[in-house]
């Protein structure tokens, strides 16, 4: 059963245009969201994170927005580069004593095309 | 400064030996955590380590999997007569605190034959 969703498997987008990616989650204990971009044979990075009790955070060309009422997040990034393609990781943090496990989507590929 | 590091990178193995992989976290992380990643999927939790106790093994798939953690540094995740099912990449992350971000390492890329 899977908690956080990426229905999107991959995502190509022109350079200079908007990136969109998509992450979806069904556990209402869920109450801090994060980023992860992952290059091949690398380790995921930390991109941006949004706790529940805000619906936006916003750092340079990456942008979350978190709707709790749909349990949807989405990642922005303006203008799209071709440095930005990549695997984008959706995570999810829970309240309580586990609240140190993330729960993971299964990513997104981006690519950004020049 | 120096990020989380993973050895070795790549292990092949045969089925029914035994593994270990090693991570040294960022100095003076204090929380450790080690993930999976099978083909095709997200980042799967294992285990958790708190300086040197383990709180949560939830994650360990089956007795054939365990993990320590010494001097609240260096972890060494151990997989006891693999099977193929195993494969996966294996990524540790270290954090300052359990309530901080996670960084991640490369990864050991694991196949058992």
């Known amino acids: 059963d899977q908690q956080v969703k990426q229905n999107s498997p991959s995502l190509s987008v022109q350079e200079g245009r908007i990136s969109i990616l998509n992450c979806d989650y069904t556990n209402s204990m869920f109450d801090y969201f994060l980023w992860y971009k992952k290059y091949p044979a690398e380790g995921p990075t930390f991109l941006i994170s949004i706790s529940s009790i805000k619906d936006k955070n916003e750092d340079g060309r990456f942008t979350v927005f978190l709707n709790k009422s749909a349990k949807h997040l989405s990642l922005h990034i303006v203008p799209s580069q071709p440095g930005d393609s990549a695997v984008y990781f959706c995570?999810?943090?829970?309240?309580?004593?586990?609240?140190?496990?993330?729960?993971f989507g299964k990513g997104t590929l981006l690519t950004v095309n020049p | 400064g120096a990020g989380v590091s993973q050895s070795p990178s790549n292990k092949v193995t045969e089925k029914g030996k035994d593994v270990e992989l090693r991570c040294d976290p960022i100095?003076?992380?204090?929380?450790l955590y080690w993930y999976r990643q099978s083909l095709g999927q997200g980042l799967e939790f294992l285990i958790y380590f708190q300086g040197n106790s383990a709180p949560d093994k939830s994650g360990l798939p089956s007795d054939r999997f365990s993990a320590e953690r010494t001097g609240g540094s260096v972890s060494t995740l151990t997989i006891q007569r693999t099977q193929q099912e195993d494969s996966a990449v294996y990524l540790c992350?270290?954090?300052?605190?359990?309530?901080?971000?996670?960084?991640f390492g490369p990864g050991t890329r694991l196949l058992v034959l």
């Open positions: 995570a999810a943090r829970g309240m309580g004593g586990s609240n140190y496990k993330l729960t």
């Open positions: 992350a270290s954090s300052l605190g359990q309530f901080e971000t996670q960084y």
């Open positions: 100095s003076g992380h204090t929380a």
